[in-house]
């Protein structure tokens, strides 16, 4: 949908940029030539058109956050910008990589073409750079990575950090508990069960110098052979060359490499930065709350 705007977008400024070439030309044939009033409308908006044209396609453009993926940082309906330009200079209609600036960091938060459908533009966060050997626990959720390196130099293994934060906010709780009751509904599974054997636990994770929240959905009685010893409950995946692990923060509801594999380079949009708007209940349209209080940088 995204790189249909931009062809859209393209395609007009060249019939425009025709009419105007067409017009120049008779005017110098003709020097009594004048355009017609339909022209000039047209022709006024060419600059307007070129304007938007640069600044979505190399500088900002703006996103809406369409599921809970990215739950607690980002929210259904929050709007955000992504920086174009913090990955590379890229053509918009082809993905190009014209000029090259930097690559993504572990713990920022990118928006990229899904790996499979390209079409579709994704969300999340930077977990593992190329070369990385990303260790996950699914039972105690966390993270170990490796990076890589010469032989010569002792790796430095990075253990991601976890810390548990109070949830104490009652909107916040029921809006997530309500998320999860539909998540496990559709999965035809009766919402008491989310109640009386699942907790939602927020924590604070960091990435070398890099802070955030995220939510870890938790067994509350345990259900789980923790007293087998031969089995081993660390996934293990290692990031070839020009490509990205990449996790949602609603760790336990979030699609991402931990099921569909790895962000190559070529597929990267931009870094998300900053939220310049947000509404809930969108879908519905009405009533439109906005929520001024979520205006600021994403972490």
């Known amino acids: 949908m995204e790189n249909m705007i931009s062809i859209i977008l393209f395609i007009s400024i060249l019939i425009l940029l025709f009419i105007y070439f067409i017009n120049f030309i008779q005017h110098k044939i003709n020097k009594n030539h004048v355009q017609n009033k339909w022209q000039k409308k047209i022709l006024s908006i060419l600059p307007i058109l070129i304007i938007v044209f640069i600044i ?4 900002y453009e703006s996103f809406r956050i369409p599921s809970s993926s990215m739950v607690p940082n980002l929210l259904i309906g929050d709007f955000i910008l992504v920086k174009k330009f913090a990955y590379g200079i890229r053509d918009p209609i082809f993905h190009t990589n014209i000029i090259k600036t930097s690559l993504p960091n572990r713990g920022d938060v990118i928006v990229f073409r899904h790996p499979i459908q390209t079409n579709i533009n994704y969300i999340k966060r930077v977990i593992g750079i190329p070369g990385d050997t990303i260790i996950y626990n699914i039972i105690n959720k ?3 990575i490796i ?3 010469n032989s010569s130099i002792s790796c430095k293994i990075i253990h ?4 548990t934060l109070p949830y104490n906010n009652n909107y916040i709780n029921n809006t997530y508990k309500e998320e999860y009751n539909n998540f496990y509904a559709y999965n035809q599974i009766k919402k008491h069960i989310f109640k009386h054997f699942f907790s939602l636990k927020l924590l604070e994770e960091k990435i070398e110098n890099k802070k955030y929240k995220i939510i870890l959905l938790q067994n509350l009685f345990n259900v789980h052979h923790t007293n087998k010893k031969n089995i081993n409950y660390n996934k293990i995946w290692i990031v070839p060359k020009k490509k990205y692990f990449v996790m949602g923060d609603n760790r336990d509801n979030s699609f991402d490499s931990r099921y569909w594999g790895y962000v190559p380079e070529k597929n990267l949009v931009g870094q998300a930065t ?6 809930k209940n969108i879908k519905y349209w009405f009533p439109i709350t906005f929520r001024l209080f979520r205006i600021g940088t994403i972490n």
């Open 56 to 59: 979505r396609s190399f500088i």
């Open 142 to 144: 966390k993270i170990v």
């Open 274 to 279: 900053y939220i310049w708007m947000s509404i």
């Open 147 to 149: 990076p890589m390196c």
């Open 160 to 163: 991601v950090v976890q810390k």
